[in-house]
């Protein structure tokens, strides 16, 4: 089976702009979640999706937010992107408890 | 905020020698989980183990849980140049709300293994 996949693998954007961040869950997973993980430090959560509701929210600004589509993918979009957002964006999926990650989109904004 | 501190934050050892990591967390949790990180990229899965669980086994991986100091050991035996990589534990903070299962994370433990 395959695992979480996540789209693109890289981008590089200018501050200000928009990105949109995708991804696939493992193949019956309903559960979707984003975290955020900048050079040095643990993952830091943003969003859970489950069955396209809201699970939970981290404490991140507005510019962030995410949708679940019914067959379960996820989008994670950024607006008016800061320098300080550039980081390595995960996306997991889970059936119960375990938390599956995909490889990861590493975000540049110059 | 971070939940769990790993320690130590860096760790280098020869191959065959065994590795222990050791995470402290601060709220009450539902399980623990350890994650291995290669070199910035996904996280991959290694173990879980439950509150109501003191010692979990898998492969050459020994993982140990004392809620009432609210702590975890993550031992490596053997340790292979492959197991380089960064070691995260991380909690599910017995957070509920909502049915939420977010995680939170330590800064992690950078291991490096001599050939």
């Known amino acids: 089976d395959a695992g979480v996949t996540q789209s693109p693998t890289h981008l590089i954007k200018t501050r200000g702009q928009h990105v949109t961040l995708r991804c696939s869950p493992i193949s019956g997973h309903k559960s979707v979640s984003w975290y955020q993980q900048v050079l040095g430090q643990g993952p830091q959560f943003i969003f859970q999706?489950?069955?396209?509701?809201?699970?939970g929210r981290g404490n991140f600004p507005d510019r962030f937010s995410a949708r679940q589509f019914p067959n379960y993918s996820s989008e994670l979009n950024v607006n008016a992107l800061l320098l300080g957002d550039s980081a390595l964006y995960l996306c997991a999926s889970s059936l119960v408890q375990t938390q599956y990650f995909g490889p990861g989109t590493r975000l540049l904004v110059l | 905020s971070q939940q769990g501190e790993e320690d130590p934050q860096a760790l280098s050892i020869q191959e065959g020698e065994n590795a222990t990591m050791n995470c402290s967390y601060k709220t009450s949790i539902n399980n623990l989980q350890w994650y291995r990180q290669n070199s910035g990229r996904g996280l991959v899965h290694l173990i879980l183990?439950?509150?109501?669980?003191r010692e979990k086994h898998s492969g050459r991986l020994r993982v140990t849980l004392d809620t009432s100091k609210k702590s975890s050991s993550l031992l490596i035996t053997a340790s292979r140049a492959a197991d380089t990589a960064s070691y995260f534990c991380?909690?599910?903070?017995?957070?509920?709300?909502?049915?939420?299962?977010?995680?939170?994370f330590g800064k992690g433990t950078k291991l490096t293994v001599n050939p």
């Open positions: 991380a909690t599910d903070a017995g957070d509920t709300q909502g049915g939420s299962e977010k995680l939170v």
């Open positions: 999706y489950y069955e396209k509701e809201e699970r």
């Open positions: 183990i439950r509150s109501n669980e």
